[in-house]
């Protein structure tokens, strides 16, 4: 019996490299959507146990994690920090894989009103939607060649996270 590549996902960064590849055969049918849709989350389910239990293992990553969310925290302390709450990740699924899990994005409420912030893979997402800072990223950070909407901004790295939020504040 032949057996065929049906599903395969693979993934590197902090928690090393995890690589799968499910092959399959069947005899006397053809697999169906719904046999791939099945292999494919049990897949994926496999991929992200892979990587909760490498961060379960990785004292370092923990740390990681950690320093963070701090960095992140610490972007507010000179304006009017009330109240920090985890979210889900908003980026790499919505919170549902390895990494997600455990680098959640924060919510941070100040007296302008709550914030969103978290890493976008290589940059810092920083949307104030919900705060009472009506003006839009495109008139505040017109010089700056990033991506933007009407009120976020992504940020490359911690020192442009905090210009722009000390900017937001002004």
């Not at 902090?14 to 719904?34: D, T």
């Amino acid at each position: 019996m032949e057996k065929k590549l049906v599903s395969r996902i693979s993934s590197g960064g902090n928690f090393g490299c995890v690589e799968i590849e499910i092959y399959v055969g069947v005899s006397k049918r053809e697999l169906n959507r719904k046999d791939q849709d099945m292999i494919n989350k049990h897949c994926e389910q496999i991929h992200n146990s892979l990587i909760d239990q490498t961060y379960e293992l990785d004292e370092n990553l923990k740390i990681q994690g950690e320093k963070e969310k701090q960095e992140l925290i610490d972007l507010f302390k000179n304006h009017s920090l009330i109240f920090v709450k985890e979210i889900p990740n908003q980026y790499e699924g919505g919170g549902f894989d390895g990494y997600s899990k455990h680098f959640p994005w924060l919510e941070i409420t100040t007296t302008k009103g709550i914030f969103i912030i978290g890493w976008r893979k290589r940059v810092i997402q920083i949307d104030w939607s919900q705060s009472i800072i009506d003006i839009e990223a495109k008139n505040i950070f017109s010089s700056e060649d990033v991506t933007m909407g009407d009120k976020y901004i992504h940020a490359w790295g911690i020192e442009k996270a905090q210009e722009y939020i000390d900017k937001l504040f002004i």
